[in-house]
C-alpha cells in the first residue's frame, strides 16, 4: 500500500511564502500524474497545480505566477513553492498521486496540510 506524507503547512501573514511537500512511500510501479488539490469549508476540492510524469505543469489561475510545482521521481516526491500568498489561498492542501502497481492504476490522497494566510 501506498502512503503519502504532506509537509510545510501553517499559518503565515500575506505576502509570505510557504512550501509543500509531500512524499509517497511503498511500491510504485511507475508514477504518473503529481498535484496539489485545495479545499475549503463548504467548497469542493479544486486543483492548484499538477504535473504530468513528463514534466507539463497546470496550475489554476489563481496561482499562475505565484505557485511553482516540481517533483522528484527518483523520490517520489512532489512540492509545491507558494509565493505571495493571499488570504484566499487559506485552505487544507491535499496532494495527490497517480500511480501503477502490476496492471492497476491507482490514485492516492494525502491526509492535507492546512495553509492559513492572515490578511
Known amino acids: 500500500q501506498v502512503h503519502l506524507v504532506e509537509s510545510g503547512g501553517g499559518l503565515v501573514q500575506t505576502g509570505e511564502s510557504l512550501r509543500l511537500s509531500c512524499a509517497a512511500s511503498g511500491r510504485i510501479d511507475k508514477l504518473n500524474a503529481m498535484g496539489w488539490y485545495r479545499q475549503v469549508p463548504g467548497k469542493q476540492r479544486e486543483l492548484v497545480a499538477r504535473m504530468t510524469s513528463g514534466g507539463t505543469a497546470t496550475y489554476a489561475d489563481s496561482g499562475k505566477g505565484r505557485f511553482t510545482i516540481s517533483r522528484d521521481n527518483a523520490k517520489n516526491t512532489v512540492s509545491l513553492e507558494m509565493n505571495s500568498l493571499k488570504p484566499e489561498d487559506t485552505g487544507v492542501y491535499y496532494c495527490?498521486?497517480?500511480?501503477?502497481?502490476?496492471?492497476?492504476?491507482?490514485?492516492?490522497w494525502g491526509q492535507g496540510t492546512l495553509v492559513t494566510v492572515s490578511s
Open positions: 495527490n498521486i497517480g500511480f501503477v502497481v502490476g496492471t492497476e492504476y491507482v490514485e492516492n
